[in-house]
Each structure stands twice: as structure tokens, then as C-alpha cells.
């Protein structure tokens, strides 16, 4: 079974960026997606990427802002944060798709220990 290790949150001010990292303990041949939850809240998809790279898909809330990538040879994939709110501090995270192109919020089933991600106002 693969292993989902993120990275990168933190404290960050209102408009600052935060860029996290999700590595797998092996190749993985499956789109890779991010989730946050927040207290009290349920968990929520944020963003998801295709095996390729050729397809994303995000939630409304964080359009414009956020931006999913990966990189196959390193296996990991990144969530790049940019004009933080404080409506975005949750822990986040890394999910591993259950085929190469789904990249919608059922199509995942597996999901890493998390990052805290923190934004000040």
C-alpha cells in the first residue's frame, strides 16, 4: 500500500502563499488530489490532478488562488497557496485517486496523516 507523507504548512498572514508537498513511499500510477478540513467541519475537496498532469479540477472556493501539480519522477505532487484568507486554514491533506484520470471529489479513497496550515488575519 502506498504511504502519503505532506509537508510545508505552517503560520502564514492574510495574502501570503504557502506551497505543500505530498511524496508516496512508491510509484503511483493514479491522479493525486488535496483535501482540508477545518474544526468542526467536514473535510473538502480542494484540488485534483490526472496521473498525466493534463487534467485539474478545483473547488470554487479556491480558483484563481491555488495550483495542483506534480512531478512523476520525484512522486510527489504540490498544492502552491497564493492570497491566503483566513477561511483557508484547515489541515490539508494529500489523497491518492482510485484510477489515472479521475480527478473528482469521489474519486479518491485514501488519504495522508495531514498539514496544519494556519493564516493569521
Known amino acids: 500500500q502506498v504511504q502519503l507523507v505532506e509537508s510545508g504548512g505552517g503560520l502564514v498572514q492574510a495574502g501570503g502563499s504557502l506551497r505543500l508537498s505530498c511524496t508516496t513511499s512508491?510509484?503511483?500510477?493514479?491522479?493525486m488530489g488535496w483535501f482540508r478540513q477545518a474544526p468542526g467541519k467536514e473535510r473538502e475537496f480542494v484540488a485534483a490532478?490526472?496521473?498525466?498532469?493534463?487534467?485539474?479540477n478545483y473547488a470554487n472556493s479556491v480558483k484563481g488562488r491555488f495550483t495542483i501539480s506534480r512531478d512523476n519522477a520525484k512522486n510527489t505532487v504540490y498544492l502552491q497557496m497564493n492570497s491566503l484568507k483566513p477561511e483557508d486554514t484547515a489541515v490539508y491533506y494529500c489523497?491518492?485517486?482510485?484510477?489515472?484520470?479521475?480527478?473528482?471529489?469521489?474519486?479518491?479513497?485514501?488519504w495522508g496523516q495531514g498539514t496544519q496550515v494556519t493564516v493569521s488575519s
Open positions: 512508491g510509484r503511483s500510477f493514479s491522479s
Open positions: 489523497a491518492i485517486g482510485k484510477r489515472p484520470s479521475g480527478v473528482g471529489e469521489a474519486d479518491f479513497g485514501s
Open positions: 490532478i490526472s496521473w498525466s498532469g493534463g487534467t485539474t
